[in-house]
Structures are given as C-alpha cells and as structure tokens.
C-alpha cells in the first residue's frame, strides 16, 4: 500500500535515482574537522562545503526514504509514517533537481533551499512516533518484545541519521551568521562550559516540572564553572534537560504525598582525559531490573504522544514530563553521534543515576547508519 501511494505520487524516475543514490557509500565527518573547516567560512570553504552537502545530502536521505518502504509489521504503511517518507522523498528530489554549484550565489541559493529542508523535517520525530502509536493500536497483544527488536534497530539508525543531517545542514547555514557569537564556529561551541549548559538545561526542566506540579525537588550541580571544551551547546542541553526531567519526575511523584522533603536532585560534571561525563542521581525510587532493558526502546512508553491522529503539528510543541517516550533513547543517539554514551544505573527502592559521556577528543567520525 505504502509503495502503490509512493509511486502515485512520485514518478518513476525519481524512486530509481532513490534507490541508485541509496547504494553509494556515505561520507563521515568528526566534531574537530567541521570545527577546523568552518573556523575560515571564506566563500570558498563555504563553495567547497555546498558542494560536499549536494552530493552527500541525498545519499544519507535516500538511504533512509528506501528503509521507510520495507519496515516490518506492516509500519511502513501507517499513514504518519507515509507522510514522513513523503518528506524524505521531496527533500530527495529538491536535492538532485538542484544544479551544480559553481559560484557565490549558487551556494546562497543553495543553502536556501537546503534551510527549508531541515525546516520540512522537523516534526519528523513526534510525526514516527505517531506511526509507533497507530501500529501499537491495531497489534497482537501476543506479538513479544524480541519480534519488536527489529522496529528499535530501525528507529535508532533513522534517528542517528537525521541527527547527522540536521547538524551538516544546521552548521553550514550558521557559517553564514554575519555575527557569530564568540567563540563559536557554526553550531560548535569552541569553550562549552558543561556546568552552564547543564544549570541551564536543569532550570528549564525545573520549570516544566513547576508548571506541571506546583512543586519541584531542588537541584545541586558541582563541577568546575571555568572549565571548557568544545562540543554543541544544544545537543548538551537537550540531553541533559531529558535527564534531569526524568529524574525530578520520578522525585517529585514518589514524595508528592509523603511529609518528607523531596530530596534533590545532585548533578556532578566531571572531565577527564579522554571524556567528560555528566552524573544525574536521583532518590526517586528507582526502576525495576527487569525494566532497565526497556528504557531505550520506542514501543513501551507509557506516556501520551502529544501528537494524535488530528493534531496540528504548528501547536504541538509543548513540552510535558512524560513526553512521548523517546527522550532517553534520543539522547543517547546525540550523545553517541559525537563518540559520547548515556548509561542509566539504577537501585529498585533507591533511586537512579544517569552518566552521560561526551568525548573531549572530538576525533571520532559521525556513526554513519
């Protein structure tokens, strides 16, 4: 069904050059090379990085429009998962329709085109989360977790890949920013202070927890505020709000009727020679053993997708406790996309610890699914 609709709408020629430009090899790329290309954004690295995405773009994206036609349990026929194939195949074919870069302004208009791709893709992740959620809906009960395995394999080298894609996009259009912020090349920041970023990203997570609450556990952060290194500021952010919403949810819900104060929540950034590791302990209460391997799959969040079947995606931005599930497998993605992890250790009737490890090296080359 998925691919009757995708040829009614997409010509023959154009799902042919899908899979051809699907076959070819992808390109890697490391934290310190996009840092040492775009320290010199001269027209000419700004050509030569134009002409690297036209060619590299659409390999990444073909590869991952063909993996959307034959996905198992019948998912690449849920109608959120059609829509995001849709986008897949039309960035494809704005990519190869493009002509040749040859100058100035071929790369501005280029690099135009390029921004309103990423623009396209961004509720790719609640629009596949939607697609889990309508297959979930009609499924066997009996179908167990091993047959599911297959879905989480997919749904990490999709969403390690268009973390790949949004950051070559999102770190050649900044290269243009007539005024970068200091010290920042694109979306690297060359002295990151972890500790600023993770009391940011904790206050923000604070917040939601207020607003949603009334109340929230404090938060104690230790660490040295001057050191530096460099990494992305928003992957940081983004996986350490992830982390400590999860950990003042848990506080927060197992103290809410107790008359004991809810302990804090204690957040340690420590550097190393080789990684930076980020510690977020919490008291509240832990999680079972045999739970622990399911904190990384996309299918068994319990939580409601903010999305539904006739949602807007223009309002669908709120950011709630639970989410819709993927935070902690998605933070792991951006942690191991720069040569980083996430580890989650946890004491059933305790509490939890979560180490996120971020590579100081930034030699390591993008994981290419």
Same mark, same amino acid.
């Given at each position: 069904? %998925?691919?009757?609709?995708?040829?009614?709408s997409f010509s023959k020629s154009v799902l042919e050059e899908v899979h051809r430009w699907g076959c070819m090899k992808q390109t890697g790329v490391s934290l310190r090379y996009m840092m040492e290309f775009g320290s010199r954004p001269t027209q000419r690295n700004l050509l030569i990085s134009a002409q690297f995405l036209h060619k590299e773009l659409p390999i990444r994206i073909a590869r991952r429009a063909i993996e959307l036609e034959t996905l198992p349990?019948?998912?690449?026929?849920?109608?959120a998962v059609f829509k995001v194939r849709d986008w897949y195949l039309d960035s494809f074919r704005d990519l190869r329709s493009f002509p040749d870069i040859k100058d100035a302004n071929d790369e501005k208009e280029f690099t135009q085109m390029i921004k309103a791709i990423k623009v396209r893709h961004n509720n790719v992740v609640p629009m596949m989360a939607l697609g889990v959620q309508q297959l979930k809906k009609g499924m066997d009960p009996k179908i167990v977790c091993e047959d599911l395995y297959?879905?989480?394999? @997919?749904?990490?080298? @999709?969403?390690?890949?268009?973390?790949?894609?949004?950051?070559?996009?999102?770190?050649?259009?900044? *290269?243009?920013? +007539?005024?970068?912020?200091?010290?920042? $090349?694109?979306?690297?920041?060359?002295?990151?202070?972890?500790?600023? $970023? %993770?009391?940011?990203?904790?206050?923000? %997570?604070?917040a939601v927890c207020?607003?949603?609450?009334?109340?929230?556990?404090?938060?104690?952060?230790?660490?040295? +505020? =001057?050191?530096? @290194? +460099?990494? $992305?500021?928003?992957? *940081?952010?983004?996986?350490?709000?992830?982390?400590?919403? =999860?950990?003042l949810r848990a506080v927060?819900? #197992?103290?809410?009727?107790?008359?004991? &104060?809810?302990?804090p929540i204690r957040i340690i950034v420590a550097e190393g020679i080789e990684d930076v590791t980020i510690k977020v302990?919490?008291?509240?209460?832990?999680?079972?053993?045999?739970?622990?391997?399911?904190?990384?799959?996309?299918?068994?969040?319990?939580?409601?997708?903010p999305l539904?079947?006739?949602?807007?995606? #223009?309002?669908?931005?709120? &950011?709630?406790? %639970?989410?819709?599930?993927?935070? *902690?497998?998605?933070?792991?993605?951006y942690a191991r996309?720069?040569?980083g992890d996430l580890q989650i250790i946890s004491m059933e009737g305790y509490g939890t610890d979560a180490y996120l490890h971020l590579s100081r090296l930034g030699d390591s080359q993008e994981p290419l699914p």
């Open positions: 069904m %998925a691919v009757k609709k995708a040829c009614e349990h019948g998912l690449s026929e849920k109608p297959e879905i989480d394999r @997919f749904l990490d080298r @999709f969403y390690m890949s268009r973390i790949g894609i949004r950051m070559l996009i999102g770190q050649h259009a900044e *290269l243009h920013n +007539p005024n970068p912020r200091p010290h920042c $090349v694109g979306y690297i920041h060359t002295k990151m202070s972890p500790m600023e $970023v %993770a009391q940011n990203a904790s206050e923000d %997570a604070r207020l607003r949603e609450y009334g109340s929230a556990p404090d938060l104690n952060i230790y660490g040295d +505020p =001057n050191f530096t @290194f +460099p990494y $992305v500021p928003t992957h *940081l952010h983004l996986m350490v709000f992830e982390l400590v919403k =999860n950990s927060q819900e #197992r103290f809410m009727d107790s008359d004991k &104060v809810a302990p302990s919490d008291e509240g209460g832990g999680i079972p053993r045999s739970g622990l391997p399911k904190i990384f799959t996309y299918l068994y969040s319990t939580a409601r997708n539904d079947e006739h949602s807007d995606l #223009r309002t669908a931005n709120t &950011v709630t406790m %639970a989410g819709y599930g993927y935070g *902690l497998p998605i933070s792991r993605l996309y720069f040569g």
